[in-house]
Every structure is written in structure tokens, then in C-alpha cells.
């Protein structure tokens, strides 16, 4: 079987290749469990989300369930409600499920939104750009332990050259030199 995301890197690979690797484990027979469905809960937040839009867990569920090959789906719980929250899909009504609002998303609207993707790889200065920014969604959107994860790496948004490397390729024309700033000034608090 062909593999296409790297092993140890978190969400490496292109939307395509994803696919694919979903497509090649259904017709291997493989299983896939998803983790962080809600995107470390920024998909339940309109400012946050990368639909701009407020998505339900259950809708975020049912998606990464509809995935070819995918058999589990495995969100974070951190409390008692966060379990009945992520347990009420089991009841949760066709219309409930239904998460067809995403399909308005366009690469149009996703002008200036950050979504972690690789296409800016590699950086000069050799920052993993898409991993720093993940980490800062996750900050904003009210993550906890982001910050912790964002210290792991050896570079930091405030190692950022302003080259404009990643800013001439980014297709959703992310200001990606200011990003870092800001990024640098939120995690340096």
C-alpha cells in the first residue's frame, strides 16, 4: 500500500493526498479512527472555524464518519458534558446530521483564513509554518494546551525571517509575515 502522509508529522500532505490515502485504506480494507473531529473546537466557532460558520459536534461527527474507510471517531472529552455532548450523535436526527452548509465554503471564502496546509513548505528559515499555525488556532479558539505544543519545536514564530517566501505561495493569501508577529506576541505572554 502506498502511503502519502509522512509518518511523525502531523496533518502532512495536500487535501488530494488525503483523499487518496482514505480511498486506498477502504479498498485495502484498513480502518481509520479520526481524532479531534471539531479541529481542537475551532469548527464550533464562527470566528474560528475555516467555514466561518459555526458548525454542531454532531455535524462535525457525521463528516469525519462519511469519510471513506473511516471506522471510529475519537473526540476529545475533557469533562462529563463534554461525553454527552459527543454522545448525543447517537440520537441526533437525520437533520441534525446533516453538515451539506459546508459545501457553500469555497476557496473564495477561505481568502486570508489560515488552515494548516502545507502548500507554503518549505520555509527558508525552516519553520514548520503550518504547525505553528495550528498551534495559534488552537490558542484562539481556546485551547489550553496549545501553548505547550507550540514550545515542543525548536522554532517558534518569532524565528520568522519575513522573507515572504510562504506568503508568495499560500493560496488563500494568508499575510503569513504578520501572522507570525502576532503569533510571537500571543504565545510569548
Known amino acids: 500500500m502506498k502511503w502519502y502522509c509522512q509518518k511523525g508529522e502531523y496533518g502532512k500532505g495536500e487535501v488530494a493526498e488525503h483523499a487518496q490515502l482514505y480511498r486506498d485504506c477502504e479498498k485495502e480494507g484498513v480502518g481509520i479512527s479520526v481524532m479531534k473531529p471539531f479541529a481542537g473546537g475551532q469548527l464550533l466557532d464562527e470566528k474560528t472555524s475555516l467555514f466561518k460558520r459555526t458548525l454542531t459536534h454532531t455535524q462535525c461527527i457525521q463528516y469525519a464518519l462519511d469519510r471513506p474507510a473511516v471506522m471510529t471517531v475519537l473526540p476529545g472529552v475533557r469533562s462529563l458534558d463534554d461525553l454527552y455532548t459527543a454522545l448525543s450523535y447517537v440520537n441526533a436526527s437525520p437533520e441534525e446530521r446533516d453538515y451539506s452548509v459546508i459545501g457553500e465554503f469555497t476557496p473564495a471564502s477561505a481568502d486570508g483564513v489560515r488552515v494548516c496546509c502545507s ?18 488556532n488552537l490558542a484562539l479558539a481556546g485551547d489550553e494546551l496549545a501553548k505547550g505544543h507550540y514550545d515542543k519545536p525548536p522554532l517558534h514564530a518569532g524565528d520568522c525571517v519575513k522573507c515572504g517566501h510562504c506568503e508568495s505561495r499560500c493560496s488563500f493569501h494568508v499575510k503569513q509575515k504578520r501572522r507570525m508577529a502576532e503569533i510571537a506576541a500571543c504565545f510569548s505572554k
Open 119 to 136: 502548500h507554503i513548505q518549505p520555509c527558508p528559515a525552516g519553520l514548520n509554518v503550518g504547525l505553528i499555525n495550528k498551534y495559534y
